[in-house]
């Protein structure tokens, strides 16, 4: 059985060219991970009951993630990607099928399934975004699903989110916010 993950701390190591085992110069937890590092250690006291405790430790380079404003700013774009393809059409194109076609685009697997309604929830669960396209009859339904963006690093969801500000100029919209948001991407992108 699997024993259950105390914490997850990122670090930074910084050589020191010493070989000894004795000490851990050079490593330091990320400043983020303080709050994480102080609750694995009271964990860890905890469950060692004042023995020796033996842990597992797993050492890997941090992968270097999306932003959470590279998402907000995805989604704020995707939504004005489906009013402008909507026409203000109510019910018309959705940001989640923006984002579907524009992952498609991208290269991402979007797939098609015709699955049981009561199958969506678990769909749900698995599956980043369930977009329900039709539905059959009472009990049946066609979907389209993918894995979305969130295993996408910081330089993919850059290029994905300049395709977004692509199809925003090819749809036409160009208000003043828009381009406020495009001239901001483009400094903090350096």
């Known amino acids: 059985m699997a024993s259950k993950l105390i914490a997850h701390l990122a670090a930074w190591y910084i050589p020191t060219g010493r070989t000894d085992l004795d000490g851990m110069e ?8 303080l709050l994480e590092a ?19 430790i797993e050492i890997k380079p ?28 109510p019910g ?20 098609t399934w015709r699955v049981p309604l009561k199958a969506l929830p678990a769909l749900r669960r698995a ?9 059959l009859d009472g009990s049946a339904c066609i979907v389209r699903l993918g894995m979305g963006s ?5 330089a993919q ?5 300049d395709r977004i500000f692509d199809r925003l100029a090819e749809a ?3 208000d003043a916010e828009t381009t406020e948001q495009y001239r901001e991407w483009r400094r903090a992108d350096g």
């Open 150 to 154: 969130s295993t996408f690093d910081r």
């Open 92 to 111: 018309g194109v959705t940001a989640e099928q923006c984002y579907l076609d524009l992952l498609a685009d991208y290269g991402a697997e979007v797939e």
């Open 172 to 174: 036409g919209v160009d």
């Open 62 to 89: 941090v992968r270097d993630k999306r932003t959470l404003d590279q998402n907000r700013l995805m989604w704020a774009l995707l939504n004005k990607l489906a009013q402008a393809l909507s026409g203000g059409t």
């Open 127 to 135: 599956y980043r975004v369930v977009q329900v396209v039709e539905v």
């Open 157 to 161: 969801m850059r290029e994905f989110i």
């Open 26 to 33: 050079g490593l330091t937890v990320d400043g983020g991970y």
């Open 38 to 56: 102080r609750r694995m250690h009271t964990e860890l006291e905890a469950r060692a009951r004042g023995q020796p405790l033996m842990v597992e």
